[in-house]
Structure formats: C-alpha cells, structure tokens
C-alpha cells in the first residue's frame, strides 16, 4: 500500500512547454513537500505548502486537501528543470511518506 | 541549506568490514534522520533520531544501528556491511512548524 503516488513516473518534454507533476496521498496530512533532485546530486526542498498555492519563479506548487492531491507545475520548462522531483507527505510520528518521484527530462 | 554536511562522501570498502556515516547539523534540529536511496525504491527510512540518545527504527533498519551523543552528530553503522548495503545514503533534519525536511548532500556507499 502506498500512501504517496505520484504520475507519471517518467516524463521527457520539450523546452519551454508547461509541466504538470501529480501527487495524491491517502493519509491526513498538516503540510505537503516538493522535493528536486538533480542527477547525481542532492536533494532540495522547493515548497512547503498547507493550502492553496505557491510560486517560486517558474515554479507553481497546488494542493486540494478535500481531495488529497497536490500538483506541481513548472512553466516555461528548460533543460536546467530535468531532474527527479519526489512529493512527500509527513505522518503523526515526525517520519514521512515519500513518492516514488517522477523523473523529468526537458529537450532542448 | 540548514547547515547538514555528511562524511565521507564516497566509500567503497569489502563485504564484512565495519563501516560509520557521519551527519554533522550546525544549527540544533531536534529530529534527524537517516535514509537509503535505491533506484525504484525511491527514499526509505533506516533509523531517525528525536534527541541525543533517542532513536527509533525505519522500515529499513536490520544491519544498521546509529547513535546520537550530541544533537549536532547523528552517526550511522554498518556493523558488517553487505553488498546489498551498496547505496546512496542521505542525512535529513526537519525544521519549523510543518516539519519541513532539509537534507544532506548525501554519501555513496560501495560494498564489494
């Protein structure tokens, strides 16, 4: 049983079209995370979010707590967004729930 | 980026021989955390710690244990280290009121 999901699990795009990256969970959750991992490289937080949404550049998170889910969009893409971008969820006991990520390869 | 470093960044070493990672955290975060990373696995957790000498298991835990002496040192081993121990090996610390997660850079552990 997995309580994160995320789709698709690969994704290759052209540089500059807009990307959507998709998160549901099955638990209750306080605060839901974007994490990006580039090849090779460690890992970041990009956003933190409860409700709502949030932007960071080119970068827009969105969560609907009612139905679970969460979405992250990037606009514009460029070769410098391909990366692993992993959603996570955290539990009751300070531990999280981790996606599977979604790898993303942007063609220039 | 929170401060978090981790040593070494890469090790490769035999089936058998002891193995320590170190996390080192400059800035006194309660909770830390050490995970694996393998491909289609995504993050799995071994061990985490919620204060010097508090720690609990993972859903990964067997052949590894960890301490805590000091809040800024999270230490992981790997008593006898075994070739599906090859990983990459990420220190976490959670910060503020939604618990968001910053990471280490991460170790590359080769068991041969």
């Known amino acids: 049983k997995n309580e994160v999901e995320q789709s698709p699990q690969n994704l290759t795009a052209q540089e500059g079209e807009f990307i959507t990256i998709n998160c549901s969970y099955s638990?209750?959750?306080?605060?839901l995370h974007w994490l990006q991992q580039h090849p090779g490289g460690g890992i970041v937080s990009l956003f933190m979010?409860?409700?709502g949404k949030k932007k960071h550049g080119r970068l827009i998170a969105t969560i609907n707590i009612q139905e679970k889910h969460s979405s992250l969009h990037i606009t514009a893409s460029h070769p410098r967004d391909s990366a692993v971008y992993i959603c996570?969820?955290?539990?009751?006991?300070?531990?999280?729930?981790f996606g599977t990520g979604t790898s993303l390869t942007v063609i220039p | 980026d929170a401060g978090i470093t981790q040593s070494p960044r890469h090790k490769v070493t035999e089936t058998g021989t002891p193995v320590t990672l170190r996390c080192h955290q400059t800035?006194?975060?309660?909770?830390m955390y050490w995970y694996r990373q393998d491909p289609g696995h995504g993050l799995r957790l071994i061990h985490y710690?919620?204060?010097?000498?508090?720690?609990d298991k993972g859903e990964v835990s067997d052949g590894y244990s960890v301490s805590r002496s000091k809040t800024e040192d999270f230490l992981l081993t790997l008593e006898s280290a075994t070739s599906s121990q090859t990983s990459v090996y990420f220190c976490?610390?959670?910060?503020?009121?939604?618990?968001?997660?910053?990471f280490g850079p991460g170790t590359r552990l080769t068991v041969l």
């Open positions: 996570a969820v955290p539990n009751t006991g300070n531990q999280f729930y």
């Open positions: 638990v209750g959750i306080s605060a």
């Open positions: 979010l409860s409700s």
């Open positions: 800035e006194n975060h309660r909770y």
């Open positions: 710690s919620y204060g010097v000498k508090d720690t």
């Open positions: 976490a610390i959670t910060s503020g009121v939604y618990n968001e997660q910053f």
